[in-house]
C-alpha cells in the first residue's frame, strides 16, 4: 500500500485513516519561537503527498493554523483535510461569542468554510456549552462550518448534545492499548448513532515502541506529551505491567513483522467505532511515514487478540470516563494537576444572601424562581437542599424532549453546579429523590444517577409522577458539607 486508505465521516468529508496531529507544533514553539509557517507548510505538503493529507489542530495548538492556512493556499494535485479544534473558557456563550470564535479560525486557516470544527468544554457544569454548539449548528446552516465535532466527551454528555438535536459527526478521545475507555459505552453509543470516534494518543506519546522494551522507568521527563502519558502508565499498574504489554505488542509485531507502532495502531484501528488514529507530526523532525503505512498491511487475528486481552486483564482500567482527565481528578493531562484551573472556572449561578436567615441560597435565572418563590439551592450552616430540578436550559426550554436519560445526565450537572456555587461538592450528597414521568423508564435515568453517584451512594427514591410540558424527569437532592467540601 502506498497510501493510507480513507474513509468518510460526514457527507462529502472524507479523511485519511491516519491523521497528522500538530499539537507538537505548541511543544516546538513554547521557547517563545514561532516557526516559519512557509517552511513547516512545505513538510506539511510532504506529508500530503504521501496521502497523510488530513490534519489535526487547535487554537491553542501555537500557529498550526496559521501553517496550515499556507498549505491550503497552494495549488496542490488534491486539496487537503483540515480539522481544527475551539475550546474557550467558559461563560455565556452567545451568538456574538460563537461567531467570533468560529470567525477566528476561518481567519487563522484562510478558509471560508471549516472542513470539521471540534468544539472542546472544561466542565458540564457551565451549561452554556449547549448554547455553543446550538450556535455552532446555526453557522453549519450557513456553510461556515462542514461538519461539527467535540472532543473529549463521554458516551452521556455526547448522547445529550446528539438528543438535543445536535448534528455531531466525530468525537475526538485518547484511546490506546494503555487506555481503553472508548471501547465500552461510547463507542456503542457511536454505532448506534453514526458518530465516528478521532482517536488520539494511540502510541501514548512514544510509548509503545521499541524504543522503551525492557528499559528502565524513565524518573524525569520534559517531554509535555510523554508526560501525560506516563500518567496514564502508572494509572494503568506501572511500569512492570506496561512491559508486559510491551512484549506482548512487540511478539505480535515479530509475527507479522512490523514494529510495535504499528500493532498499537492497527489494534486501535480495528474498532468499529474508530475512524482515523491521529498521529503527531514533529515538523521536520522524526518523520514516519513509511513506517506509518505498514499499519495497513497486515490485521491481527484471533490468536493477536487473546495475547492482548491477557495482558489487559492484569491491568488496572484507566478510572473514570472519557475526557474526565480534563475535567476532574484523576488530573493526567500535559501539565500535571488542573485543579488550579478548575477551581478557576466561574460559577454558572448567582449565590445570593437569605435575607430571614442566616444562610444563602443560588439562583439560575430561571424566571420560574420569583414567580413561583423559591430558589435553586438554599444552605444554612452545613446543610444544603437543592430544589426539585428539571432539564430546563436558558429562559425556558427544554432539553432533549422525550429523552430521559439526556434530561438526568443534564439535570445532574445543574444540580452539581447549583452545590458548587453553595459551596458544597456533588460527593456532599447524602440523599435524593427521583420523579418519573413513566415508571417504565427507570433504567435510563437510573444508569444518569448511577454514574454520578456510583462511589458516592447516597439514600434515593425514585416515584412515578404526572410532570409538567415535555419534561421526563425532576430530581432533587440534599447534601451535608464535608470538612473537605466547600
Known amino acids: 500500500m502506498t497510501k493510507p486508505p480513507r474513509i468518510q465521516i460526514a457527507n462529502g468529508l472524507e479523511i485519511s485513516r491516519l491523521v497528522c496531529g500538530l499539537w507538537q507544533v505548541a511543544d516546538m514553539e513554547k521557547g517563545g519561537t514561532t516557526l516559519d509557517p512557509d517552511l513547516a507548510a512545505n513538510h506539511l505538503e510532504a506529508y500530503a503527498a504521501d496521502g497523510f493529507d488530513s490534519f489535526d489542530m487547535a487554537d491553542h495548538y501555537g500557529s498550526a493554523e496559521i501553517i496550515t492556512g499556507r498549505l491550503l493556499k497552494r495549488p496542490l494535485a488534491g486539496r487537503p483535510t483540515a480539522f481544527t479544534k475551539w475550546c474557550p473558557e467558559p461563560g455565556p456563550m452567545t451568538r456574538e461569542v460563537v461567531r467570533r470564535g468560529v470567525q477566528e479560525r476561518l ?7 471549516v472542513d470539521l470544527l471540534q468544539f472542546h468544554w472544561w466542565s458540564f457544569e457551565h451549561p452554556a456549552w449547549l448554547d455553543a454548539l446550538h450556535e455552532m449548528k446555526a453557522l453549519k446552516d450557513e ?4 461538519a461539527i465535532g467535540v472532543t473529549n466527551f463521554d458516551a452521556a454528555h455526547l448522547a ?17 492499548l494503555v487506555d481503553r475507555r472508548a471501547a465500552g459505552d461510547l463507542s456503542a453509543l457511536c454505532k448506534a448513532k453514526g458518530v465516528k470516534l478521532l482517536a488520539y494518543g494511540t502510541l501514548c506519546g512514544g510509548f509503545l515502541s521499541e524504543k522503551w522494551l525492557g528499559q528502565p522507568e524513565p524518573k524525569h521527563i520534559a517531554d509535555w506529551s510523554k508526560s501525560k502519558y506516563k500518567r496514564f502508565i502508572d494509572a494503568g499498574g506501572g511500569w512492570s505491567r506496561f512491559q508486559a504489554l510491551l512484549s506482548a505488542a512487540h511478539e505480535i509485531a515479530r509475527k507479522h513483522g512490523v514494529s510495535i507502532s504499528n500493532v498499537a495502531t492497527r489494534w486501535v484501528l ?18 514516519h511515514r513509511a513506517d506509518n503505512l505498514k499499519t495497513f498491511g497486515f490485521t491481527l487475528d484471533a490468536e493477536d487478540h487473546a495475547r492482548l486481552d491477557a495482558v489487559f486483564a492484569t491491568l488496572t482500567p484507566i478510572p473514570g470516563d472519557c475526557g474526565d482527565e480534563y475535567r476532574k481528578p484523576p488530573f493526567l493531562t500535559a501539565s500535571g494537576d488542573l485543579s488550579h484551573h478548575l477551581s478557576s472556572i466561574p460559577s454558572a449561578y448567582e449565590t445570593l444572601a437569605l435575607s430571614h436567615r442566616n444562610g444563602h441560597r443560588v ?31 436558558g429562559g425556558n426550554r427544554c432539553v432533549a424532549p422525550g429523552d430521559p436519560g439526556a434530561q438526568a445526565t443534564y ?31 427507570w433504567e435510563p435515568v437510573s444508569r444518569a444517577h448511577g454514574r454520578v453517584f456510583g462511589r458516592i451512594l447516597p439514600a434515593n ?6 410532570l409538567v410540558g415535555d419534561y421526563a424527569v425532576e430530581i432533587e437532592a440534599d447534601a451535608i458539607v464535608s470538612s473537605s467540601g466547600g
Open 461 to 466: 427514591t425514585l416515584v412515578e409522577a404526572k
Open 270 to 287: 480495528s474498532h468499529e467505532s474508530i475512524a482515523a488514529a491521529i498521529i503527531g507530526a514533529r515538523l521536520g523532525e522524526n518523520e
Open 143 to 146: 456553510g461556515l462550518i462542514r
Open 363 to 393: 439562583s439560575t435565572g430561571s424566571v420560574w424562581e420569583p414567580i413561583a418563590g423559591y430558589s435553586r439551592a438554599v444552605r444554612v450552616k452545613d446543610m444544603v437542599f437543592v430544589s426539585g430540578t428539571t432539564a430546563t436550559h
Open 160 to 176: 445529550l448534545a446528539i438528543a438535543d438535536g445536535i448534528p455531531i459527526a466525530t468525537n475526538q478521545v485518547s484511546f490506546s
Open 411 to 441: 439535570i445532574l450537572d445543574k444540580i452539581a453546579a447549583s452545590l458548587t456555587a453553595a459551596g458544597s461538592r456533588i460527593e456532599d450528597v447524602v440523599r435524593t429523590r427521583i420523579y418519573l414521568r413513566d415508571a417504565a423508564q
Open 107 to 113: 481567519d487563522r486557516l484562510g478558509v471560508s468554510t
